[in-house]
């Protein structure tokens, strides 16, 4: 019997409730320069935590998915600050 992916952010967030943690920093993240990066931040601070979570190298075999991995880091992404004043814009 094949189990079923998760479709939705909560319902990623119910089997690996430690994304819920890592939606709390990112949510209260505050850059203190006029200068930030949005892209940067995310790989450097959070990606290797969130991998770990949810897609290809999760813990928890329901979560790795290319479509799991997909609507997590979609919800994240868009708490994080956007970029200003960065070379990526």
């Known amino acids: ?3 079923q992916s998760p479709s939705t952010f909560e319902e ?4 690996e409730p ?3 943690g890592l939606a ?3 949510t209260n ?3 203190l320069s006029p200068h930030f990066c949005a892209n940067r ?3 450097q601070d959070f990606e290797d935590r969130f991998d770990a979570l949810v897609g290809w190298h999760a813990q928890n075999p329901v979560l790795r998915s290319e479509v ?3 609507i997590v880091f979609q919800h994240l ?3 994080m600050p956007p970029c200003r004043d960065c070379n990526c814009l």
């Open 1 to 3: 019997m094949e189990v």
């Open 12 to 15: 990623i967030r119910r089997i």
């Open 18 to 20: 430690q994304l819920e």
């Open 24 to 26: 709390k920093e990112v």
């Open 29 to 31: 993240l505050k850059p």
């Open 41 to 43: 931040t995310w790989y």
């Open 68 to 70: 799991a991995y997909n």
């Open 77 to 79: 992404y868009k708490l």
